[in-house]
C-alpha cells in the first residue's frame, strides 16, 4: 500500500505527460542531467561492525520540453542509486515529472516535484516541503520528489504559493550494514501514522513572500504529515518511524546591509508532544577579492535555538572561491554544541574538470566531547563514523 | 581662530576649484548622456552571450549563456542571465534589478537545490564565471551611477574621440575611475580603462563590430578585455541579438528565475 500509491500516482502523472508531449505541443526538448560515482572511506570500522569502505553509483538524467511560447513546460528527472554496502541506500526516485503552466497573473504546477524555502545556509528549519533523502549526504541538502498542486500567484503584494500534498514520502535511513547510522535498526517497511489515511493524507501548504529592496520576507504554514519521524519501540534494537501529524508556523527573513546579508528562519510546531519554537539566526558575508588577489573569502555564523533543548549548536563556516577557470571552490566549518562538548568539522573541495565533469573531495571528522553520561549527545553514534568522501560527477549533455 | 581661517581658505580654494572644473563636468556629462541614447527607449532585448577565457598560456575555454534585458523607465534595468554551459552550472541563473538610486537588488538561482538565494549586490565585483569581466562590467551602466568629467580630444585606432573620465558613485564599485574613449561620429564607446581600488590601471575594455538595430539601437558585436596584472583576457562575443521580443516585468520576477533553463 505504501509504495503503491507513490506507483499509481507516477504512474498517472507518466500518461499525462505522455499525451501531452505527444500532442507535439513543445517545441524545445532538451536532455541534461548526471552521472556520478561516490567513494567514502572511513577511519574505523562502525561501531557496529560495518564494513571501512563504500561506493555507489548515480544516474540522473532530466528531460525538459518547453513550449513555443514558453508558458507550457514539462520536466522528468528520475533518479537511481546504486549502494555497494547498503540496500537501504538504494533508491528509485521520481525528482521531477511535472507540468507548469504560466498564466498572467498565476501559474499552476502540477505533478512530482521539489521546492525549496528558507534563507539559512547551516540548518533548514523552514523547509518542509519535501522528504529528506537522508541517506544521500551528511547535510540533509538532498530531497525525494513530492507528489503535488501547487497554485503560484505572483502580485504587487507579493508571491502566494498555495499547496495541495498529494500523499506523503517516508525519510529514507541507512540499513543495518551501512555508516553514519543511527544506535538502533529502523523498520522503514513497517511506518505508522497518526493519520488513518497513512500515507495517503492530502497536507496542504501556503507560503507568502514578498521582497521589499533590501529586505526579503515570508510567511508559511504547513498542515500535514511531520517529515520528521518520531521513533516507536519494537524491540531494543528495532525502531519503527512515527509519523504524527503536525500544524507548522514558519518565518524566513534576510536582510542585507551592504555586502552583509542577516538571516533568520523560525518556526513554531505543534502535534509532536508539546509545541515548540526553534530558531536558526546568523549571517553571511564576503569578502571579495581578499589580498588583492582573484579569490573570494565568505563567512558564515549561524546560531541555533530550540525550545527542547538547553543549549543548541553554533556553526562557523568559511567558503573560499578561486575564480578560476576551473571554478575551484572550499568549503569548511566547525559545529560546537556548547552543551554536550560535541564539535564536529567539515572540509568540501571542489573543481571543475574540462567542460563536462566535476570532482570533489569531502571530509567530515566527529569530535565526542565530554564524558558526562547525563547528557544526549547528538552525534554520540556517529564517533567511529570520520570519513573522507569522493566524487566524480560527469553531466550529461551536448 | 587659526583654524577657523584655515577652514575659511580652504573652502574657499575648494569653491574655486570646482568653478573651474564645473564646465569640464558639464561637457563630460553631456558626452555620456549622448553615448546613452543609444540605450534608452530600446524596451527589451535578448541575446545569447559566448564568452572566450584564454589564459596567460593560451588556454582556452568557453562560457555560453542568455541574457534578457528589459528596460524600466525612471529606474534602472532588470536583466536575467541563464548559463547554458560550462555543464556544472548549467540552468544556474542571475536575476538583477538595477536602481538609479541605492543599491541593486540580486538572486541567484541554483537548480539543484531548486533554490532562490538573495545575494548582496557587494558581491558584484569579483571574477564572473572565472572571467576578466565581473558582474558590475556586465550589467547596465546607468549615466546616474557616475560623475564625469571631460578630459580631452584624442585620436585612437583612426578614430576622432572625445576622452571623458567617470568616478562611480556606489561606494561598492570595484572601481575608483574608468577613463572612457567614445567616438566623436556617433558617440559609441570603444574603449575603457579601469582603474581598481588602488588606482591601477587594471583592465582595459575594448567594444568592437557594433551593428545598428531597430534603425536606432547600437550594439557592440564583441568586446574584449584584457587584464594587465596577469595577461589573461576574455572576449565577449553578442549572438542573436534581438530587440522587442514581448518580455515584460513578469519576466523578471522570482518566480520566472526559478522556470528560467
Same mark, same amino acid.
Given at each position: 500500500?505504501?509504495?503503491?500509491?507513490?506507483?499509481?500516482?507516477?504512474?498517472?502523472?507518466?500518461?499525462?505527460?505522455?499525451?501531452?508531449?505527444?500532442?507535439?505541443?513543445?517545441?524545445?526538448?532538451?536532455?541534461?542531467?548526471?552521472?556520478?560515482?561516490?567513494?567514502?572511506?572511513?577511519?574505523?570500522?562502525?561501531?557496529?561492525?560495518?564494513?571501512?569502505?563504500?561506493?555507489?553509483?548515480?544516474?540522473?538524467?532530466?528531460?525538459?520540453?518547453?513550449?513555443?511560447?514558453?508558458?507550457?513546460?514539462?520536466?522528468?528527472?528520475?533518479?537511481?542509486?546504486?549502494?555497494?554496502?547498503?540496500?537501504?541506500?538504494?533508491?528509485?526516485?521520481?525528482?521531477?515529472?511535472?507540468?507548469?503552466?504560466?498564466?498572467?497573473?498565476?501559474?499552476?504546477?502540477?505533478?512530482?516535484?521539489?521546492?525549496?524555502?528558507?534563507?539559512?545556509?547551516?540548518?533548514?528549519?523552514?523547509?518542509?516541503?519535501?522528504?529528506?533523502?537522508?541517506?544521500?549526504?551528511?547535510?540533509?541538502?538532498?530531497?525525494?520528489?513530492?507528489?503535488?498542486?501547487?497554485?503560484?500567484?505572483?502580485?504587487?503584494?507579493?508571491?502566494?504559493?498555495?499547496?495541495?500534498?498529494?500523499?506523503?514520502?517516508?525519510?529514507?535511513?541507512?540499513?543495518?550494514?551501512?555508516?553514519?547510522?543511527?544506535?538502533?535498526?529502523?523498520?522503514?517497511?513497517?511506518?505508522?501514522?497518526?493519520?488513518?489515511?497513512?500515507?495517503?493524507?492530502?497536507?496542504?501548504?501556503?507560503?507568502?513572500?514578498?521582497?521589499?529592496?533590501?529586505?526579503?520576507?515570508?510567511?508559511?504554514?504547513?498542515?500535514?504529515?511531520?517529515?520528521?519521524?518520531?521513533?516507536?519501540?519494537?524491540?531494543?534494537?528495532?525502531?519503527?518511524?512515527?509519523?504524527?501529524?503536525?500544524?507548522?508556523?514558519?518565518?524566513?527573513?534576510?536582510?542585507?546591509?551592504?555586502?552583509?546579508?542577516?538571516?533568520?528562519?523560525?518556526?513554531?510546531?505543534?502535534?509532536?508532544?508539546?509545541?515548540?519554537?526553534?530558531?536558526?539566526?546568523?549571517?553571511?558575508?564576503?569578502?571579495?577579492?581578499?589580498?588583492? #588577489?582573484? $579569490?573570494? +573569502? *565568505?563567512?558564515?555564523?549561524? =546560531? @541555533?535555538?530550540?525550545?527542547?533543548? &538547553?543549549? #543548541?549548536? $553554533?556553526? +562557523? *563556516?568559511?567558503?573560499?572561491? =578561486? @575564480?578560476?577557470?576551473?571554478?575551484? &571552490?572550499?568549503?569548511?566549518?566547525?559545529?560546537?554544541?556548547?552543551?554536550?562538548?560535541?564539535?564536529?568539522?567539515?572540509?568540501?573541495?571542489?573543481?571543475?574538470?574540462?567542460?563536462?565533469?566535476?570532482?570533489?573531495?569531502?571530509?567530515?571528522?566527529?569530535?565526542?566531547?565530554?564524558?558526562?553520561?547525563?547528557?544526549?549527545?547528538?552525534?554520540?553514534?556517529?564517533?567511529?563514523?570520520?570519513?573522507?568522501?569522493?566524487?566524480?560527477?560527469?553531466?550529461?549533455?551536448? | 581662530?587659526?583654524?577657523?581661517?584655515?577652514?575659511?581658505?580652504?573652502?574657499?580654494?575648494?569653491?574655486?576649484?570646482?568653478?573651474?572644473?564645473?564646465?569640464?563636468?558639464?561637457?563630460?556629462?553631456?558626452?555620456?548622456?549622448?553615448?546613452?541614447?543609444?540605450?534608452?527607449?530600446?524596451?527589451?532585448?535578448?541575446?545569447?552571450?559566448?564568452?572566450?577565457?584564454?589564459?596567460?598560456?593560451?588556454?582556452?575555454?568557453?562560457?555560453?549563456?542568455?541574457?534578457?534585458?528589459?528596460?524600466?523607465?525612471?529606474?534602472?534595468?532588470?536583466?536575467?542571465?541563464?548559463?547554458?554551459?560550462?555543464?556544472?552550472?548549467?540552468?544556474?541563473?542571475?536575476?538583477?534589478?538595477?536602481?538609479?538610486?541605492?543599491?541593486?537588488?540580486?538572486?541567484?538561482?541554483?537548480?539543484?537545490?531548486?533554490?532562490?538565494?538573495?545575494?548582496?549586490?557587494?558581491?558584484?565585483?569579483?571574477?564572473?564565471?572565472?572571467?576578466?569581466?565581473?558582474?558590475?562590467?556586465?550589467?547596465?551602466?546607468?549615466?546616474?551611477?557616475?560623475?564625469?568629467?571631460?578630459?580631452?580630444?584624442?585620436?585612437?585606432?583612426?578614430?576622432?574621440?572625445?576622452?571623458?573620465?567617470?568616478?562611480?558613485?556606489?561606494?561598492?564599485?570595484?572601481?575608483?575611475?574608468?577613463?572612457?574613449?567614445?567616438?566623436?561620429?556617433?558617440?559609441?564607446?570603444?574603449?575603457?580603462?579601469?582603474?581598481?581600488?588602488?588606482?591601477?590601471?587594471?583592465?582595459?575594455?575594448?567594444?568592437?563590430?557594433?551593428?545598428?538595430?531597430?534603425?536606432?539601437?547600437?550594439?557592440?558585436?564583441?568586446?574584449?578585455?584584457?587584464?594587465?596584472?596577469?595577461?589573461?583576457?576574455?572576449?565577449?562575443?553578442?549572438?542573436?541579438?534581438?530587440?522587442?521580443?514581448?518580455?515584460?516585468?513578469?519576466?523578471?520576477?522570482?518566480?520566472?528565475?526559478?522556470?528560467?533553463?
Amino acid at each position: 500500500m505504501v509504495s503503491s500509491f507513490y506507483r499509481d500516482t507516477t504512474k498517472a502523472f507518466l500518461v499525462i505527460s505522455l499525451i501531452f508531449i505527444s500532442s507535439s505541443l513543445f517545441s524545445k526538448v532538451e536532455k541534461y542531467g548526471e552521472v556520478s560515482f561516490e567513494n567514502r572511506t572511513f577511519s574505523e570500522k562502525g561501531l557496529f561492525g560495518q564494513d571501512k569502505d563504500h561506493s555507489s553509483f548515480t544516474l540522473s538524467p532530466e528531460f525538459y520540453f518547453e513550449s513555443e511560447d514558453q508558458k507550457t513546460s514539462f520536466t522528468f528527472k528520475p533518479k537511481i542509486r546504486r549502494d555497494s554496502l547498503d540496500d537501504e541506500r538504494n533508491l528509485f526516485d521520481i525528482q521531477d515529472l511535472s507540468l507548469i503552466k504560466v498564466k498572467n497573473s498565476y501559474e499552476i504546477r502540477i505533478g512530482i516535484r521539489r521546492d525549496f524555502w528558507g534563507v539559512t545556509e547551516t540548518v533548514h528549519r523552514v523547509d518542509i516541503i519535501n522528504q529528506t533523502d537522508q541517506v544521500e549526504s551528511f547535510d540533509g541538502e538532498d530531497k525525494l520528489g513530492q507528489p503535488m498542486i501547487n497554485l503560484s500567484l505572483e502580485r504587487d503584494w507579493g508571491v502566494l504559493d498555495i499547496y495541495a500534498l498529494l500523499g506523503f514520502r517516508e525519510r529514507t535511513f541507512a540499513g543495518e550494514k551501512g555508516r553514519l547510522r543511527a544506535p538502533f535498526l529502523i523498520d522503514t517497511n513497517s511506518a505508522m501514522y497518526e493519520s488513518s489515511a497513512e500515507n495517503l493524507r492530502t497536507d496542504f501548504a501556503f507560503r507568502w513572500s514578498q521582497s521589499y529592496r533590501d529586505l526579503e520576507l515570508a510567511l508559511s504554514h504547513f498542515s500535514g504529515t511531520s517529515r520528521e519521524p518520531e521513533f516507536i519501540n519494537k524491540s531494543i534494537s528495532l525502531k519503527i518511524p512515527y509519523y504524527g501529524v503536525i500544524e507548522q508556523t514558519g518565518l524566513e527573513a534576510l536582510y542585507i546591509v551592504g555586502g552583509l546579508a542577516l538571516k533568520l528562519e523560525a518556526i513554531s510546531r505543534s502535534g509532536q508532544g508539546d509545541r515548540f519554537s526553534a530558531a536558526t539566526a546568523g549571517f553571511e558575508y564576503t569578502q571579495v577579492g581578499i589580498l588583492s #588577489s582573484r $579569490l573570494d +573569502l *565568505g563567512w558564515i555564523m549561524e =546560531f @541555533n535555538y530550540d525550545d527542547r533543548y &538547553q543549549e #543548541s549548536p $553554533l556553526a +562557523l *563556516g568559511t567558503r573560499l572561491t =578561486f @575564480n578560476d577557470m576551473y571554478d575551484s &571552490q572550499i568549503l569548511s566549518g566547525v559545529m560546537r554544541n556548547e552543551e554536550t562538548g560535541e564539535t564536529n568539522v567539515f572540509v568540501e573541495a571542489s573543481r571543475r574538470v574540462r567542460n563536462c565533469c566535476r570532482l570533489s573531495f569531502e571530509s567530515i571528522y566527529f569530535n565526542g566531547g565530554n564524558n558526562s553520561n547525563s547528557i544526549q549527545k547528538m552525534f554520540e553514534y556517529l564517533k567511529q563514523d570520520d570519513f573522507v568522501r569522493f566524487e566524480f560527477i560527469y553531466y550529461l549533455g551536448n | 581662530m587659526k583654524n577657523l581661517n584655515k577652514i575659511f581658505f580652504s573652502a574657499l580654494f575648494f569653491f574655486f576649484l570646482n568653478f573651474i572644473h564645473s564646465e569640464e563636468i558639464n561637457r563630460g556629462l553631456e558626452i555620456a548622456l549622448k553615448a546613452d541614447d543609444s540605450f534608452s527607449g530600446y524596451g527589451d532585448s535578448k541575446t545569447n552571450l559566448k564568452m572566450m577565457l584564454k589564459d596567460r598560456k593560451g588556454l582556452v575555454t568557453e562560457r555560453v549563456m542568455e541574457m534578457k534585458l528589459l528596460e524600466v523607465p525612471e529606474d534602472g534595468d532588470k536583466s536575467l542571465i541563464v548559463f547554458d554551459s560550462p555543464r556544472d552550472v548549467r540552468g544556474v541563473a542571475v536575476l538583477s534589478h538595477a536602481h538609479k538610486v541605492g543599491s541593486d537588488e540580486q538572486w541567484l538561482y541554483l537548480p539543484a537545490l531548486k533554490r532562490v538565494k538573495r545575494v548582496a549586490s557587494k558581491n558584484r565585483t569579483g571574477p564572473f564565471l572565472g572571467s576578466e569581466f565581473s558582474l558590475e562590467d556586465l550589467s547596465f551602466q546607468e549615466v546616474e551611477k557616475y560623475s564625469y568629467e571631460y578630459l580631452r580630444d584624442e585620436n585612437i585606432d583612426g578614430k576622432e574621440s572625445h576622452v571623458i573620465k567617470r568616478i562611480p558613485l556606489d561606494p561598492y564599485s570595484g572601481y575608483t575611475k574608468q577613463i572612457v574613449w567614445i567616438s566623436k561620429s556617433n558617440s559609441l564607446i570603444h574603449q575603457i580603462h579601469h582603474f581598481d581600488r588602488k588606482s591601477f590601471h587594471v583592465k582595459t575594455q575594448t567594444f568592437s563590430g557594433y551593428k545598428k538595430y531597430l534603425n536606432k539601437f547600437w550594439r557592440p558585436g564583441e568586446i574584449h578585455m584584457i587584464n594587465h596584472q596577469t595577461n589573461k583576457t576574455t572576449t565577449l562575443f553578442f549572438q542573436d541579438m534581438a530587440f522587442n521580443t514581448g518580455l515584460s516585468d513578469k519576466d523578471f520576477t522570482q518566480n520566472s528565475l526559478k522556470r528560467s533553463k
